[in-house]
């Protein structure tokens, strides 16, 4: 598994296009996630979502603790990882992070977009995204 984008700059990675947004994801994530917890996505609070981010963290940190193992020779590992395991991980982290920023009213694209810029602004860097507007819908929440 390579990060075949790396040495790009994101405007040039973010030109190529991707067939998921933010507010896409969020879309399907909140409506399936209410069909868990059907009295409302804040029944969890942030903390609880935060150990469920911890939780998938930690599971792919397992992951990626066996291909260290591999990588230096060393015994205790059950199985060996594929990179579709990892790259579910990954998901299971995303899905979840996506979730707890949700409920703390964190509009994802706009916030990445905006913390992305000011680093790259703040180290001198040329590389900038593009700031989705801001608006209202059921699955964007207003920061509280
Ligand atoms: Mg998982």
Same mark, same amino acid.
């Given at each position: 598994m390579k990060n075949t984008q790396g040495s790009q700059p994101a405007s040039s990675a973010a030109s $190529?296009?991707?067939?998921? $947004?933010f507010d896409a994801f969020r879309a399907a994530n909140v409506a399936r996630c209410l069909k868990w917890h059907p009295k409302g996505i804040e029944s969890w609070s942030s903390s609880d979502w935060l150990t469920a981010v911890a939780g998938e963290l930690g599971e792919l940190a397992s992951l990626l603790k066996m291909r260290n193992r591999e990588r230096d020779g060393l015994p205790g590992n059950k199985f060996s990882p594929t990179d579709k395991q990892i790259a579910d991980e990954v998901a299971d982290v995303a899905t979840y992070l996506d979730l707890l920023a949700y409920v703390l009213g964190v509009d994802m694209g706009r916030a990445v977009a905006e913390k992305f810029n000011a680093v790259s602004e703040r180290v001198g860097f040329p590389d900038r995204l593009e700031v989705p507007n801001a608006e209202s819908t059921d699955a964007k929440r207003s920061v509280r």
């Open positions: $190529t296009g991707s067939a998921l $947004t």
